[in-house]
């Protein structure tokens, strides 16, 4: 394939894994509700921030290196899966303490959901990305398949740009979409339920790749 065609079958699938249900787009989704639009589309940055290391880690060797090393990939599931699980756990917390208490304002009070300036809504929504091992893991695939070690430099850099460019489309687009003054007074109703969702996404993913690092260390001790 010439450089043209793989930068467009870079960009294709990308894009769809981007519409794929998942932590990025739950945090993305819960927060631009929940918060409004400024704090979604700092969140859109900083997750796509995160997209362009994982993809600049893939291209340089780096995320292989630490994927073929078992003892740093371990670390990194653990923080990713940790991570995530409070993130979903907070968020749970806070639809309990909704049902609890419907009158009150707690919600807005967990320390897990608020968000209270544009750096802290960056850095949740780059932690979210960079930590996540299945990032890692989707990106080294995704560059090693498709992008030849031949590759020229400028192709590579046009890679780099393509990937983060179509991150922030997405997310932007969605954190805009969701923070319209009409979408946001319906969203308002069931925003508990949007909480919960994306609670329990995050609960899942975090708890399935903290049970799978641990499967992975008994097996090597066993070993």
């Not at 919960?196 to 975090?206: Q, S």
Request: proline content about 3%; charged content about 10%.
């Amino acid at each position: 394939m010439n450089e043209s065609t793989i930068l467009l079958t870079l960009a294709s699938i990308h894009f769809i894994a981007l519409m794929s249900p998942g932590p990025d787009f739950a945090l993305v989704v819960q927060n631009a509700t929940r918060h409004g639009r400024q704090t979604g589309l700092y969140i859109a940055l900083g997750l796509s921030v995160g997209i362009l290391l994982h993809s600049l880690f893939s291209l340089t060797g780096v995320s292989y290196l630490v994927h073929q090393h078992p003892l740093l990939y371990s670390v990194l599931q653990l923080l990713g899966g940790s991570y995530l699980l409070y993130l979903g756990i907070g968020a749970l917390r806070g639809v309990i303490a909704t049902i609890k208490n419907p009158l009150s304002d707690q919600p807005s009070k967990n320390s897990n959901l608020v968000i209270s300036n544009k750096r802290q809504a960056f850095t949740k929504g780059f932690a979210t990305n960079i930590l996540n091992p299945k990032a890692l893991v989707f990106f080294v695939s995704l560059m090693s398949s498709l992008v030849p070690v031949g590759m020229s430099v400028t192709g590579k850099g046009i890679a780099l740009v393509i990937l983060f460019g179509l991150s922030l489309l997405w997310f932007s687009s969605l954190a805009w979409m969701l923070s319209t003054q009409r979408l946001q007074t319906r969203l308002q109703q069931t925003g508990i339920y949007i909480d919960g969702l994306c609670g329990v996404v995050f609960t899942l993913v975090g708890s399935s790749i903290l049970v799978q690092t641990f499967r992975s260390f008994l097996d090597n001790s066993l070993i």
